[in-house]
Nanobody, 118 residues
Framework: QVQLVESGGTLVQPGGSLRLSCAAS????????MAWYRQAPGQQRELVAS???????LYTDSVKDRFTISRDNAEMTVYLQMNSLKPEDTAVYYC????????????WGQGTLVTVSS
């Protein structure tokens, strides 16, 4: 059973930086497309960034040029570097690992809270 465990969420001031980590257990990490989602209070969960098995990143418009997603297959970890944080970035951030070929996989972490406030 593969598990994803996020860490790094905390309270940070506007304009600050934070790095989230998501560590995977099990040996299938390298075949997963990894992504970060977030869910703000009263809002739907939204895709923030994803990174393919080949390391190609994609970002939602609101975080482009501020956030960077990366992965370390040897460490089985995906990161989200968040810079120039804004209050509207406040949310629970979830790590997701997905594979759309056999074997189909859709894995979620438990979430980590990021609060951007002065």
């Amino acid at each position: 059973q593969v598990q994803l465990v996020e860490s790094g969420g905390t309270l940070v001031q506007p304009g600050g930086s934070l790095r989230l980590s998501c560590a995977a257990s099990g040996s299938i990490f390298s075949i997963l497309t990894m992504a970060w989602y977030r869910q703000a209070p009263g809002q739907q969960r939204e895709l923030v960034a994803s990174i393919s098995t080949g390391g190609i990143p994609l970002y939602t418009d609101s975080v482009k040029d501020r956030f960077t997603i990366s992965r370390d297959n040897a460490e089985m970890t995906v990161y989200l570097q968040m810079n120039s944080l804004k209050p509207e970035d406040t949310a629970v951030y979830y790590c997701n690992g997905q594979r759309r070929l056999l074997p189909f996989l859709d894995l979620w972490g438990q979430g980590t809270l990021v609060t951007v406030s002065s």
